[in-house]
């Protein structure tokens, strides 16, 4: 009898604590709110001031700051000329889809004049991760980070850094970025390449009138500090490096990795890494740069190196502001050996749940084609290559987005005629992918075609880089989720060798794959979060052109697995 009397008491205790700690929790978790007005701000760069697209008239916008299991409330006030939306790059947004952003996938359009205000929670997630416009392309001069730090009472799993810095590396052009691309979609023709990159807003020293615009990060000699770093370009994979310095990597799309030391970092747009980076050199000043990944041969690119300054202060001498920098060793554009050694060195710093066990297997081609020039439209239009337009596809289907209706409102409220269900779960015509590929298949067809999966089903999609008319690197990003990459290659992907290479035991877990250059990459995930989401290549020159298609996610069975309701400031078309 006694020991019944020990065990129910200890039983009490422990449940007392288990509440205790739960309030504690409960306690800890903030409500964020912020204020964002998207305005025209001038804003010189590069000789040159225009009147550029910002948020609170800051170019970056705003650093937002919450720990793992906070929430975000975000008013967003639209005083621009422009339709606007807000993505919140790589957030889980679990039964939140109404708040993830992209234009006409998941809400219409914040018209001028108008407000929205996106609320989500931070659940699970600890790292880097940023927020940009996901509308035409504002997002060149809209976008920010978003920190998570741990919970209250947590703490990372390295060494607390002295300093946190985030390194957003961004794309500027001189011209209005909205009339580049509305010029390129007249034309049919590829837009033109920006006219500098940027970190933190700033082209650096060596560009034409910006010897006094550089970003200057302190240090202070022994002391180890972490950098966030961000690809915000449009257009572009970048290669970054600090000058005589090693970086730690520890973290990437807010998920933790096996920490690994590297020279040399390469992020496609959408991509962040987290490196821990020590003050181990001799008191100076150090370049840090990043120039262009350019896999895409013979396509034009922006060939010019942004940099700031990595400067140690209170052990450097007045004499060491007056030295030049030391300048770092970059790899060349087309380096695509030192892009890939990279990405293949992430592993997750434990076991993985990696679903082994699979209910939809995909198999998705990615690349670019040719549209004919339609029948009596004008030269004009057709600049693409030999009179045609440029266009991009995923299994042959370039996507259009719809106009009057968003994907997810369409679907929560069954109106028809919206889009489809049918999106080919594998090419429509097999070939040889990254071979000469014959020009019958350079055009694809254009529709807004969807991709259904029941809730809880385990996904994997084979991304299949093409060679139609230029092979290259894509970053496909996945919305509302993290997968697994647990391979890639080269070539065309082989189901009955490649398999061999899956890593089912410890691959990253990101929001966006770098598709190798005439590759193809492997990705796993589960179908836990309902709604309409979003699949693209993050140069967004490509998903103007249609390089994109849509999962849409069943309800399942319980409330807690099924798409909460829109608010009721949700904009309309």
């Known amino acids: 009898m006694e020991v019944f009397k020990s065990i129910a008491k200890t039983s009490s205790s422990f449940f007392v604590v288990c509440i205790l700690l739960l309030f504690a929790n409960a306690a800890s978790e903030k409500t964020h709110y912020h204020d964002f007005v998207i305005q025209a701000t001038p804003v010189k760069r590069l000789c040159n001031t225009r009147n550029t697209i910002t948020v609170n008239g800051q170019f970056p916008g705003p650093t937002l700051e919450v720990n793992n299991g906070d929430t975000l409330v975000v008013n967003v006030v639209n005083r621009a000329q422009y339709n606007v939306t807000i993505h919140w790059h790589g957030v889980r947004q679990i039964r939140t889809g109404w708040a993830d952003g992209p234009e006409f996938i998941t809400q219409c359009p914040i018209r001028p004049g108008k407000s929205y205000t996106y609320r989500f929670t931070m659940q699970g997630q600890e790292g880097t991760l940023w927020w940009h416009a ?14 998570i730090h741990p919970k209250a009472g947590e703490s990372y799993p390295f060494p607390t850094p002295k300093r946190e810095t985030p390194v957003l590396l961004g794309e500027w052009w001189n011209a209005n970025p909205i009339d580049v691309v509305r010029q390129a979609t007249r034309t049919g023709a590829a837009p033109n390449v920006s006219d500098a990159y940027t970190i933190n807003g700033q082209p650096g020293d060596l560009y034409k009138c910006s010897s006094q615009d550089i970003t200057i990060i302190h240090v202070d000699s022994g002391e180890t500090n972490l950098l966030r770093v961000v690809n915000a370009g449009l257009n572009q994979q970048l290669f970054f490096t600090v000058a005589n310095h090693k970086l730690t990597v520890v973290g990437a799309d807010a998920n933790y990795v096996k920490p690994f030391t590297t020279s040399v970092l390469m992020l496609g747009p959408g991509q962040t890494t987290d490196v821990l ?53 970059l790899p060349a554009y087309n380096d695509t050996a030192t892009a890939t050694a990279f990405t293949t060195k992430f592993r997750s710093p434990r076991k993985a749940q990696v679903p082994t066990e699979i209910d939809e297997n995909l198999f998705v081609t990615v690349g670019l084609g040719l549209e004919n020039c339609p029948s009596g439209a004008s030269s004009s ?61 350079w055009q694809p067809i254009r529709g807004t075609k969807l991709y259904k999966l029941t809730y809880g089903a385990r996904v994997q999609v084979v991304l299949q880089g093409t060679g139609i008319f230029t092979a290259e690197n894509h970053p496909i990003h996945l919305h509302g989720y993290d997968f697994y990459i647990i391979a890639e290659g080269f070539g065309n ?31 796993r995930f589960v179908a836990d979060n309902p709604g309409v989401w979003l699949m693209h290549c993050h140069l967004d020159v490509h998903i103007t052109w249609g390089l994109a298609m849509a999962f849409l996610v069943e309800n399942g069975v319980s409330e807690l697995e099924s798409l909460e309701a829109p608010p009721e400031d949700f904009p309309v078309c």
Request: glycine share 6%.
């Open 134 to 147: 996901h509308s035409s392309w504002l997002r060149a001069t809209v976008y920010g980070a978003l920190i």
């Open 277 to 329: 980076i020590k003050a181990d050199q001799p008191a100076a000043r150090y370049y840090m740069a990043a120039r262009a990944y350019a896999s895409a041969q013979g396509a034009p690119f922006d060939n010019t190196t942004t940099t700031a300054i990595l400067e140690y202060q209170t052990s450097c001498s007045s004499n060491c502001a007056k030295t030049n920098p030391v300048f770092p060793s």
């Open 381 to 441: 239009s057709c600049q693409g290559p030999n009179g045609t337009r440029f266009a991009a596809s995923m299994n042959n289907v370039s996507f259009v987005l719809p106009s009057n209706f968003s994907l997810l409102q369409a679907h929560h409220q069954g109106i028809h005629g919206v889009f489809s269900t049918d999106f080919p779960a594998n090419p429509p015509v097999k070939f040889d992918y990254t071979g000469n590929v014959s020009r019958s298949l």
């Open 493 to 523: 992907f082989n189901p009955k060798s490649d398999t061999a290479k899956f890593n089912l035991v410890d691959p990253p877990l990101r929001n966006t794959a770098s598709v190798p250059v005439n590759g193809w990459t492997v990705i």
